[in-house]
């Protein structure tokens, strides 16, 4: 069964740091891009980072740039993000979600087929 | 940013009805567009990708269209378990992709 599972959130305090993981499993992790996005609380979605299938590139909403680190272990088949200088906005349930293409008349479509159930991180003094 | 507004932000429908709601881009972002599902308390789910290219294991009430910088779900015939909310997100700067706000759809 193909399936991505977070872990790492909770509650910190503004300033502080968190590191979430995305633990793969039921397809070769090699072979594809991956995508956190997260979701406030009674909010829409937010594209938050990228990265791609051997993690020589990688992305970030200008929101989180300088402050969030994606990453990749193949070894471990996992994702991670690195989050420091937490702010209250960066409150959310945060989603890894693994990234499709599909080719079709030439063109490359991407989209995020499978969903991990999220992790939530609360920053709060 | 490419920005991506739907409309409307809710509806409330009834069981059978057909339902549409609109995306629109900022910019001309081609077929480069995908719909999501996301039920309450659970992860996002893919419906349609490419403007129109249904995901597999999607029923064919779903149905979506659209190009340039609008687009277009429908719901032929809204069953219970389509009480959810909807999201388009543009794929044409991918990675650096946007959602729209959402469409709730609830029960009337």
């Known amino acids: 069964e193909v399936q991505l599972v977070e872990s790492g959130g909770g509650v910190v305090r503004p300033g502080g740091s968190l590191r979430l993981s995305c633990a793969t499993s039921?397809?070769?992790?090699?072979?594809?891009?991956f995508t956190w996005v997260r979701q406030g609380p009674g909010k829409g979605l937010e594209w938050v980072s990228s990265?791609?299938?051997?993690?020589?590139?990688?992305t970030y909403a200008d929101s989180v740039k300088g402050r969030f680190t994606i990453s990749r272990d193949s070894a471990e088949k996992s994702l991670y993000l690195q989050m420091n200088s937490l702010g209250v906005e960066d409150t959310a349930l945060y989603y890894c979600?693994?990234?499709?293409?599909?080719?079709?008349?030439?063109?490359?479509?991407?989209?995020?087929?499978?969903w991990g159930r999220g992790a939530t991180v609360t920053v709060s003094s | 940013d490419i920005q991506m507004t739907q409309s409307p932000s809710s509806l409330s429908a009834s069981v059978g009805d057909r339902v549409t709601i609109t995306c629109r881009a900022s910019?001309?972002?081609?077929?480069?567009l995908n719909w999501y599902q996301q039920k309450p308390g659970r992860s996002p789910k893919l419906l349609i990708f490419?403007?129109?290219t249904l995901q597999t294991g999607v029923p064919p009430r779903f149905s979506a269209s659209g190009s340039g910088t609008e687009f277009i779900l429908t719901i032929s015939s809204l069953q219970p378990e389509d009480f959810a909310t909807y999201y388009c997100?543009?794929?044409?700067?991918?990675?650096?992709?946007?959602f729209g706000g959402g469409t709730r759809v609830e029960i009337k």
């Open positions: 979600a693994r990234h499709r293409r599909q080719v079709v008349e030439g063109y490359h479509y991407y989209y995020m087929d499978v």
């Open positions: 039921g397809f070769n992790f090699d072979d594809y891009d």
């Open positions: 990265i791609n299938w051997n993690g020589g590139r990688t």
């Open positions: 910019q001309n972002i081609y077929s480069f």
């Open positions: 490419a403007a129109s």
């Open positions: 997100q543009q794929s044409y700067n991918t990675p650096r992709s946007t």
